[in-house]
Nanobody, 119 residues
């Protein structure tokens, strides 16, 4: 199966930056889409940004112009560059990857990485 390993979360002051990484491992035939979602305490998980294999991106309105999603194809890794962070960006961030294995399709989630924006 596919395993996702996330890194890059932490504590940052408002206005600061962080870069999240998510590496997918396994015998992956093809990746159709990679994305980031977040969940704050007491709230539902929400989409932050997604990137398709064709290069199409989709961002939540709340992060447009501040966050950038990108992918390193050779390493099956997706990144989320987060700039101008706000306290309301505080959440647990989850990576999601969808694609195809030799054995069939997969839809995998990472374990989550905490981002805290506070002074």
């Amino acid at each position: 199966q596919v395993q996702l390993v996330e890194s890059g979360g932490g504590l940052v002051q408002p206005g600061g930056s962080l870069r999240l990484s998510c590496a997918a491992s396994g015998i992956i035939f093809n990746i159709d889409a990679m994305g980031w979602y977040r969940q704050a305490p007491g709230k539902q998980r929400e989409l932050v940004a997604t990137l398709t294999s064709g290069g199409n991106t989709n961002y939540a309105d709340s992060v447009k112009g501040r966050f950038t999603i990108s992918r390193e194809y050779a390493k099956n890794t997706v990144y989320l560059q987060m700039n101008s962070l706000k306290p309301e960006d505080t959440a647990n961030y989850y990576c999601n990857v969808q694609g195809l294995l030799i054995s069939g399709r997969f839809d995998s989630w990472g374990q989550g990485t905490q981002v805290t924006v506070s002074s």
